[in-house]
């Protein structure tokens, strides 16, 4: 399917792996000018000469950090008005929500909350004008089926849930439309590293942690960082225009609920 966005722009945040790689790299099939940020200037070039030698794109990159002003500064500076807007940051470490202080909630908020905010506000208007533009924050299957040791992700992204629930609806009416888009487990670096630190918390072997956690996933497999990133193309797609203001789990079934 041709999504109608071949020549249209986009930031990705944390695209030099994962999901947020994934992304970009759907995107940059579909004919989208990519640029990709993340902190690892290293990490970065590798995942854009990638994207860009399958796509037949040019991939552009920012070392920055998206969890700060100055970097989301530098960002912006390179693209200060994208079409495509993919809000993505990693998450903060699980643990015993006695041992939080200040510092660590509002890093949190920072990272996973208020960077996606800032980085909306400043290129939302163009979109308008523009009558075209695609926000989608990659959030966490979490928001739906909190887990207690990582109450940090937990409360900084369903704040963010919260604000661009209002914020969709005011804007739909110009064909700009802003998604969330609800991770499950993803066979990414960082699923494995999660688990290598259960593992050891644990006492336990990480490959049979793994395949336990498999067990309780009714698609009995980790899902593929492609079919994310397909997901979050389709939403950036023209042909998308009235999906918006959407909580898009992405889970291989795992939550139990109908809504």
């Given amino acids: 399917m041709d999504l109608g966005i071949r020549g249209r722009t986009a930031i990705v945040c944390g695209g030099s792996a994962g999901l947020g790689r994934a992304t970009a790299r759907a995107l940059a099939h579909e004919g989208v000018r990519v640029l990709i940020a993340a902190r690892n200037p290293e990490r970065l070039r590798t995942a854009a ?3 860009a030698a399958e796509s037949g794109f040019q991939v552009r990159t920012v070392a920055a950090d ?3 002003e100055e970097g989301r500064t530098e960002i912006l500076d390179a693209l200060p008005q994208p079409d495509i807007l993919i809000n993505n940051a990693g998450g903060p470490p699980p643990g ?3 041992t939080w202080g200040r510092e ?3 890093r949190a908020i920072d990272a996973n909350m208020l960077s996606a905010i800032f980085l909306i506000r400043s290129t939302i208007d163009g979109m308008i004008e523009r009558k075209f533009g695609r926000v989608v924050n990659i959030t966490s299957h979490m928001v739906k089926q909190p887990v207690n040791v990582l109450g940090l992700s937990n409360g900084a992204r369903a704040g963010l849930t919260g604000f661009v629930g209002g914020l969709a609806r005011d ?3 110009h064909n700009v439309t802003i998604n969330n888009v609800l991770p499950g487990q993803f066979d990414t670096d960082r ?3 999660n688990h290598e630190r259960f593992a050891q918390a644990a006492g336990a072997d990480v490959e049979t942690l793994r395949e336990r956690q498999k067990s309780q996933i009714p698609a009995r497999r980790f899902g593929d960082p492609a079919e994310f990133g397909d997901i979050c193309a389709f939403l950036c797609g023209a042909r998308a225009g009235y999906l918006t203001g959407q909580n898009i789990l992405l889970d291989g079934g795992q939550f139990p609920g109908l809504l």
């Fill in 49 to 51: 000469d990638e994207i």
């Fill in 66 to 68: 998206v969890t700060t």
């Fill in 96 to 98: 015993d929500f006695r």
């Fill in 104 to 106: 660590e909630w509002i």
């Fill in 171 to 173: 804007v739909a009416q």
């Fill in 191 to 193: 699923l494995r590293s």
